[in-house]
T-cell receptor, first 110, second 113 residues
Framework: LAKTTQPISMDSYEGQEVNITCSHN???????ITWYQQFPSQGPRFIIQ???TKVTNEVASLFIPADRKSSTLSLPRVSLSDTAVYYC???????????FGAGTTVTVRA | NAGVTQTPKFRILKIGQSMTLQCTQD?????MYWYRQDPGMGLKLIYY???????DKGEVPNGYNVSRSTTEDFPLRLELAAPSQTSVYFC????????????FGDGTRLSIL
């Protein structure tokens, strides 16, 4: 399993763009990069997944450089309700045990 | 379609008591997981199952047992509750490992006093 490193916390203000970078230097060829969001007192929720280049959905964008050794989750124009913990996970189809680290606590202020 | 359902939502146990945390999913997912999350920490994998009748240990299995008699259900049992098992427990399922996202329940908040 590829080990991931992401910042412990980030602060932002409403309306700003938040970018969270996750490092995964030993990512394997068949590994996907998946991001989850967790609100207090709730289970994590899948928000986006990618393999290479850029992926965008209604919630976020995921940027993956050509070497795939890192990825950046971009949250456009955040609101107070985006305050949550964001987890970066890396794994392939044979990885039964995915590791949720401490994640990045994003705090959005008014 | 309820997704992943966990019961109970809250429970207080005395040291030495036993209990079973229930988890059921209606998505016909083969893979199911139990995690615990201590305050301010990430999730730690307790046990997982790749299908009915097949279970395996995760990072922190001591003090817990699981069974998987059906595709839908994956109960977690605490035999002798200890204060160190005070935590929030999450059950998750996925149709496929690694590349497919896990679907989580709302958690069971357990306190051992």
């Amino acid at each position: 399993l590829a080990k991931t490193t992401q910042p412990i916390s980030m602060d932002s203000y409403e309306g700003q763009e938040v970018n969270i970078t996750c490092s995964h230097n030993n990512i394997a060829t068949n590994d996907y990069i998946t991001w989850y969001q967790q609100f207090p007192s709730q289970g994590p929720r899948f928000i986006i997944q990618g393999y290479k280049t850029k992926v965008t959905n209604e919630v976020a964008s995921l940027f993956i450089p050509a070497d795939r050794k890192s990825s950046t989750l971009s949250l456009p124009r955040v609101s107070l309700s985006d305050t949550a913990v964001y987890y970066c996970l890396v794994g392939g189809t044979n990885d039964y045990k995915l590791s949720f680290g401490a994640g990045t606590t994003v705090t959005v202020r008014a | 379609n309820a997704g992943v359902t966990q019961t109970p939502k809250f429970r207080i146990l005395k040291i030495g008591q036993s209990m079973t945390l229930q988890c059921t999913q209606d998505m016909n997912h083969n893979y199911m997981y139990w995690y615990r999350q201590d305050p301010g920490m990430g999730l730690k994998l307790i046990y997982y199952s790749v299908g009915a009748g097949i279970t395996d240990k995760g990072e922190v299995p001591n003090g817990y047992n699981v069974s998987r008699s059906t595709t839908e259900d994956f109960p977690l049992r605490l035999e002798l509750a200890a204060p160190s098992q005070t935590s929030v427990y999450f059950c998750a399922s996925t149709i496929q490992t690694g590349g497919q996202p896990q679907h989580f329940g709302d958690g069971t908040r357990l306190s051992i006093l």
